[in-house]
């Protein structure tokens, strides 16, 4: 049974600081950032006033930041103090948790007009502290015991998918090739170079040094070179991995009735899916996310749509396993596919099934609090038509997004749709 | 303009783990325990599958466990893997925003059976880590460095209290006095023992080891002697600070229309109010909690009463300033006046205005992230007849439960009414 809410929600204005690794700035400064740029887009103007209650993502700034109550912290630092704020966590789906329960807030008729914000500051810790940290995201009283860190996570179910379709690892090389491609379009991301930009720098640098000048002939060979690409956990490289980012993104959302108060160009969320899991060690398969097509159901159910009525999607390549599961949890492309289309280019800006269009977690960047709500920041930009030199063709009109947390014990998914 | 949410929302099932400090139970175990008394209470019992959601309230598992994303395991943990869960966190009120947060999505039609519960387990660290963990709940980048630990926070406004109200610090001892005495009959609570418990077995103990007995011929001499009963920040001393515990609390919420296929007795929630606030240097009061009179008053309105109205309330006694001050901010009693209320025994249990009759956090322990949940329970058992030996007179109708993040940058109040 398919149920609705009492109330529809529209996105009216979307922004998001630059994401990458800043040791000047904290969570508060990012967000600030994100705020100024969310206000600047609602075309009719907001009074900030207006805005009665801040729902944020946040994965752990308890350990990133040594704070907590980040909530109240920065709606007061953005000069909202007094109102409802709030901070929701499902580790790497927190953003988009958070935009869930201010909809519902929404829809519930207690608030009209909601400020929704995901933040992670997660730089100023030494490396082996922050992949600690990732790690409270998995259970760490029988899985992190066991050895496992998240890149080994995905490493584990990336040879599951290899094993159980006879897929190639080459497949990886191409999400990454093509995110990175998006990523370069995309002022924000945290990294606005191709792959083979970067191939091209590591050349140059060899030879400012003197050292022989590596001969890869284009991005796949690079991929495959331990020499330019080292394993972090086999299948997974390093340019599968997305990065450790701080950054913040914020929207604003309206009771449906009250959209055009603020624009004359509102998303609509038509679909809202969320769905949770036990540890990866619990689950039937490694080769997909069950959590994610259970969502991606009741977000496509409440719309009334299927995956084929999908313009664009924003999925969580948190590794480049991830997109492709993604792929096929969405429904995109069936079950042992997601690699073949991916290869075949299908998920290209110019594919049948854009994906990542941004640059995804990859080449745009991971704060992992952020990312749910970054994933948001691309979807206005497309649907809008403002996505500049990386907007994809034929006016589309409705996206989707998806969001995991840990290793799929949380999945999160919408659907948008403009309507002008 | 009080808003009304489209959907009203009860309570049908309300149940705890004792609190305490349980070496050997992770907060998983103490879930559980909290989950199957929660089933036990429901009166014409609880198919889990009927529940759709799950909402915890959990302030930072990430410091005192090493564990994030706890609310998809602890579903898991208790038979429920695959449905959305959240956790919701604003430090100590973390468990009251649970609770509004569920009664919000209830209201907007998306669910109508929800479990909410809240949950810490705090022990396990050295006790100094535990006073850092519980000091990321303020502002760490300006009022930690400047030296603030909580008791020092609540010391601040307990002196600043005294100076503008010529206050007796004996009111703070009547506070504790009168917890206690309640805690002592609330088996789930971590001090069963009564302040005159207390002194006996320490004239007991020093007895035994051949020390001086001490002759405090009252309690309130023992609260004033530093021997028994040392300062922690004057005029704080170890028997005005609540408890570092374990422990958690579980309820069912379901859409109004559906309560009578739970029980005959459910308590509907009437009212809801929820503010924020900066850190404390931001603020123009430091004897009251604005966000608290801010909350009341939401609550209060959307219900359509007075603080008149109240049978009984469960507050947030984190330190003994803290009761007087929320005598206040709902409007108990008038400004400056709370002090002497709780010297004059109008807060016990035979008073005009029952506070803490479950012994408030003071006596019953305070898991923080629980907390906001365990003054739900209290509420379920007053207000259903159920309170055994500590029950209020009077057949109480409405309760009112006051949960406080923090220093105040987060205050919610709810409103219950039993309806048989």
Redesign the interface.
Known sequence: MT?????GVAVVGAGMSKFGAFPDK?S?DLFVEAYQEMKSTVDKGLDPSQIEA?YMGN??A??F?????L???I??WVGL???????????CASGS?ALR?AS??I?????DVVLVGGVEKMTDLPIGEVT??LA??????FEIPAGFTFPGFYAAMATAYLDEYDASPQAFAHVSIKNHKNGALNEKAQFNQTIADIMESKKKRAAAKGYPVPTWSNELEFFADPAGNPNIAWPMTLFDCSPVSDGAAAVLLVAEELAYQFTDTPLYIIGSG??????LT?RDTLSGIP?AA?AARQAYDMAGLTSDDIDLAEVHDCFTIAEIMASEDLGFFPRGEGWKAAMAGMTARDGVHPINTSGGLKAKGHPVGASGIAQVIEVWKQLRGVAGERQIAGNPRIALTHNV??TG??CVVHIFERRD
């Open positions: 149920k609705k809410t009492k109330r904290t508060r801040f994965f752990s308890d350990q930041e040594k704070q907590a109550h909530a109240p912290i709606a007061s103090a007094g109102i409802p704020a709030l901070r929701l966590e499902d580790a948790v329960q519902l807030a829809a519930s008729g207690l608030y600690d940290a409270s995201a998995a259970d760490t009283q969320q769905a949770s899991d036990g540890a619990e959590s259970k947390g840990g014990q949380t």
